[in-house]
C-alpha cells in the first residue's frame, strides 16, 4: 500500500514570495489534515478536511495561508507571501475517517524562507 | 497549544537496556496515542490506547495510561540503534476529532 505523498520534499524561497505544497492521500482515506511543525515542537494541526470540506481549519492563518482539496483527494496548501517566520516543516497526514483514529502522515516539506 | 507533555526531554542509553518516556497530559481524553519520528521514515503511529484501557503491549513496547493522574508511560524493551528517534504522545478528547501532540522525548540508543 502506497503511503501519503508529498511533495517538494524541500523548498528554500525568500520571504514575501508565494510557495505551495501537494499532498497525496492513502486512497481511500476521507479524512486529510495539513500539520505544521516547528523544530523541537510536535505537530500543531492547520487544517482537517472531511473529504472535500474543511470541517476544522481554526488554527490557520487565513491572512496568508489557504488550502483546498479538490474532488476530496488531493490537497494542496498554499502560502502567500511567506514570512521569516513560516520556516518550517509541512506535513500532511490522512485517516480512515474522523480523528480519533490512527493518522498517515507523509514525509513533510521542510520550507526555509529566507 | 500543546496538550502533552513528555518527560524526559532526552535520554541517552545503550542498546539493548530498556527506555522510558512518560507523557502528561491535561484534560480529560478519549484515546492516547504515541507516535514516532525519525528522519528516514517521518512520523509513524505506534499504539493508540483508549481512555477504559490500561496497558497495551505491542512487540517491545508497552504503553500504560492512569486517567486519574493524567499520565501515560511508553516503555521500550531491549532497545537497538534503529529505536533512535524523537517519541511524541497525541491526544484525542472526549468529543474531539484531532490529535494534539506533545513536544516529544528525543531517544538516542547507543550500539
Known amino acids: 500500500e502506497a503511503g501519503v505523498v508529498q511533495s517538494p520534499r524541500y523548498k528554500i524561497i525568500e520571504k514575501k514570495q508565494p510557495v505551495a505544497f501537494w499532498c497525496n492521500p492513502i486512497s481511500g482515506h476521507n479524512t486529510l489534515y495539513w500539520y505544521l511543525q516547528n523544530l523541537g515542537q510536535g505537530p500543531e494541526l492547520l487544517i482537517r478536511y472531511e473529504n472535500e470540506e474543511a470541517v476544522d481549519d481554526s488554527q490557520l492563518p487565513k491572512d496568508r495561508f489557504s488550502a483546498e482539496r479538490l474532488k476530496g483527494v488531493d490537497s494542496t496548501l498554499k502560502i502567500q507571501p511567506a514570512e521569516l517566520g513560516d520556516s518550517a516543516v509541512y506535513l500532511c497526514?490522512?485517516?480512515?475517517?474522523?480523528?480519533?483514529?490512527?493518522?498517515?502522515f507523509g514525509p513533510g516539506t521542510r520550507l526555509t524562507v529566507l | 497549544s500543546q496538550q502533552g507533555e513528555e518527560d524526559p526531554q532526552a535520554l541517552s542509553i545503550q542498546e539493548g537496556e530498556n527506555a522510558t518516556m512518560n507523557c502528561s497530559y491535561k484534560t480529560s481524553i478519549n484515546n492516547l496515542q504515541w507516535y514516532r519520528q525519525n528522519s528516514g521514515r517521518g512520523l509513524v503511529h505506534l499504539i493508540l490506547?483508549?481512555?477504559?484501557?490500561r496497558e497495551k503491549h505491542s512487540g517491545r513496547l508497552r504503553v500504560t495510561l492512569d486517567t486519574s493522574k493524567k499520565s501515560s508511560s511508553l516503555l521500550i524493551t531491549a532497545s537497538r540503534a534503529a529505536d533512535t528517534a524523537s517519541y511524541f504522545c497525541?491526544?484525542?478528547?472526549?468529543?474531539?476529532?484531532?490529535?494534539?501532540f506533545g513536544a516529544g522525548t528525543i531517544l538516542r540508543v547507543k550500539s
Open positions: 497525541a491526544t484525542v478528547a472526549p468529543y474531539g476529532n484531532k490529535l494534539v
Open positions: 490506547i483508549r481512555s477504559n484501557e
Open positions: 497526514a490522512s485517516s480512515w475517517a474522523s480523528g480519533r483514529n490512527e493518522q498517515f
